[in-house]
């Protein structure tokens, strides 16, 4: 059994940064595609970016991409999510997920559906 567990979420004043981490316990890790997602309140839950297994491959959500990076250390089972320049609108439940294919594309890392295993998310609040 995986288990991924976020930290690093907090109040931020807007144009802040955050870095969030999340440890996955089991032998996966370094097998797995890593991702970030987040969900504002009344929102559905929305991706944020993923990471290959090796660590060579990224991709972001518009809405992020130049100010967040995501990042992964495989000797410490360990994914980052670093924010900078953090907005209002950046405020949510961030989340972090493994899956387990080795064929997805990029488009379907996209998706929640293409990512087995949940973290219970951690919050970040931005205020202006």
């Known amino acids: 059994q995986v288990q991924l567990v976020e930290s690093g979420g907090g109040l931020v004043q807007a144009g802040g940064s955050l870095r969030l981490s999340c440890a996955a316990s089991?032998?996966?890790?370094?097998?797995?595609?890593m991702g970030w997602f987040r969900q504002a309140p009344g929102k559905e839950r929305e991706f944020v970016a993923y990471?290959?297994?090796?660590?060579?491959?990224?991709y972001y959500a518009d809405s992020v991409k130049g100010r967040f990076t995501i990042s992964r250390d495989n000797a410490k089972n360990t994914v980052y999510l670093q924010m900078n320049r953090l907005k209002p609108e950046d405020t949510a439940v961030y989340y972090c997920?493994?899956?387990?294919?080795?064929?997805?594309?990029?488009?379907?890392?996209?998706?929640?559906?293409?990512?087995?295993?949940w973290g219970q998310g951690t919050q970040v609040t931005v205020s202006s």
């Open positions: 990471i290959s297994r090796s660590g060579g491959s990224t």
């Open positions: 089991g032998r996966i890790f370094s097998n797995s595609a």
């Open positions: 997920a493994a899956s387990r294919q080795s064929s997805y594309s990029t488009r379907q890392l996209q998706l929640r559906s293409a990512y087995d295993y």
